[in-house]
């Protein structure tokens, strides 16, 4: 072996180590949304809920509302249903006492709060989803933020493996000095206590926006984004669970989106979204806090989320909530909700054992159960949240004698089951020794009656004490605290066939080597080759529809085939490629509302050809096809056809590309070290020629799909002109009006 050789292979190793670390600092392609769904109205049209903000908490999701002249300020909740929708709007609070500004509400550790000029407002939740009233917790509400009064404002609870973490208020208006003045970010160790302290660090942000807060994989770390109000700048933090913060670094701007470019910015799983007027983007993110490029796959809301701001760039109250596999915004008087795909679960209630509030409220104090809540899952997936449990409040003078203290979540129906007929003891304090004060009613000496552990001290094993919630049914169906993940390719599913995934995997799935690749992949280098420090390069990736066509008889009950072909521009230099696409079918109603009504499965994209576009441009041009029948109605129907696209990183040396390495060496003959440096010749370009796509390269499912030959302009089939009509015809959506 020569000196050249030498350095090529070296080179080679050290690429392969890089590619490796890239991909395992991104843990998987990432979480995604399906289509968004409406729920009824929870205002008339003289009531809004913007700029004031929306949480979950537990199965239950809040939307705080108002009148444009900041009366009749009512907290609306409605319950998850299993199919994510809500059930109707009920009254939560007469009067949640918040004014016209935006402010920020969040919860924290199951329990709801809202920072509102200088307030440190809790929200004191029953177990039927009601709110018996806003406790203030703050002592001064002057001296609670550091002397500051803020509205317009922003908050991240950043929480880490067995801790429970720190809210941290990351800035906004001071209603004290009546400017935007130094965002201090303050913090309060978890439980929130009655005033926050200095960190010593600013916001980069003269008004700062939108935050979100990734911990990857139940690490001791974790990120804050946040960007700036009325702009799309973004910033990165590192947060430790010591409440040490880092440096502040500036990070990809938030995309361009469309109408008023307002939204909000959430993190699921390992995913970043942001919402962008109706335009909804989302961003994978590393171990070390880096984010891939910002894609729009995810389907775009029915309309702007925010319909009601301040003038002057003003922030709104962040207005989510994720429970279960559901993601929730609100919009202007609808609830916006869509279903998570792939990338994890979350569970309903944060996974620990959360004591009831404080004495202060007048609650009683209890005693958590051991091991009453699922382990987290391997590969830092969060478990499934499959019950809550409440227990009875047994103390008197001010007790409620209902289940009002929260004892934990169980992640299996099996669990649940067990539970509700034979809980373990469960113990808690009456504990208004010093303060006990709801309303009118004040009893220092509340206690339980006949409790043989003294009269301050309840404990009870009775399952009449106990109610058991179960929440997400739909995903906890096996007896075992393993969440549902998401489908995988078997034997019996040829990858490309419609209803099966692909072979190499799609946001979610773990990747599987192409069929056929029998060598023993080499082991990826040891975590040592790189230093943990180093964060891994992020390759930018994008791809974009091209056109749609349909082919076939298309009437009721007939069977269509359609066809989407999507294209990556410049391919030389945008490291990406098409990996699989989703088509969605919406039935649109007389109102112009739209329901999905059938989805397939992820479809594995064939890489067709290296040509130019209508504008000269070189692209790599990818398809898709799928089979759809269309329903048999009686009414005339409204049908739109729609695709989502799927990108990802082209260059990666997997265990497929070794295989063709060694397959190739008996192909062609030579050693091994012959196909390594024709390997790295089309890689790195040695013989001087740009590489084009090849299996080597682009590792593509073998598919037994026919690639469609002619012009790709919209094939309208043999329908009869009298009973169907094309309404539009975009590049990656169609929609028809069959009678």
Known sequence: MNLRQTVIIAVFLLFLGLVISSRASFQTEGANLSIWQSTSPFVDSNHVSHPLPSFARGNYYYVHTMTLSAQDRILYFAQKNSDGSLSSWQTALDNHGGGGHGYTAITVDNTPFHFRNGHIAEYLTRSDGTVEKINLKETNQRTSFIGRRYVWDTAVWANFAGSKGYVFHLGGWDMENYNYVNQDILRSAVPVGSSFQDT?????AGRPGKSAYYNPGNSNYGFIYSGESGGSRLWRMKVEDNGNLGDWQEVTSLPQ??????????????????????????SVLGTNGELSSWDDSPPDLPEEQIDVTWTDGHLEGASYGIIGDYVYLTGAKKVFFAKIIGGGTLPTTIPNVSPTPTTASGYPTNTPVPGNQPSPTPGGKKPVTCCEIWAANK????????????????????ECEAYAKNPPPFSYTCNCDEHCDRGNEHDPNQQCPGSSEGKSKCSTTDPKDFKVIMVNKELCTAPTSTPVSAPTATPSCSPGTPGCPPATGYPGSPTSPPTGATNTPIPPPSATSIPPSSPAPTLPASCNCETIDIEGNVTKGQTVTITT????????????KVLTMIYYVDRIDDNQNSKNIDRSDPIGAIFKERTTDKNGKTIDRYYTKWKWTIPITSEETEYKVWVKINCGYKTSVTPSVIASLLNATAKQGGSLLDSLLRFLGRLFGISGSAPSPTPALIPTPTMTLLVPTGARSLQLGTFIPATTTFLEKGCAHIRVRLR
């Open 395 to 414: 103390c008197t003078g001010g007790g409620y004698n209902s289940f009002d203290l929260f004892v934990g979540t169980l992640g299996s129906i099996a």
């Open 565 to 576: 072909y999507a294209k990556v521009e410049d391919p030389d230099k945008n490291n990406a």
């Open 257 to 282: 989106g469309d109408g008023n470019n307002l939204g909000d910015m959430f993190v699921v799983d390992n995913t970043l979204f942001a919402v962008r007027g109706k335009k909804v983007f989302r």
């Open 200 to 204: 010593g660090v600013n916001h980069p």
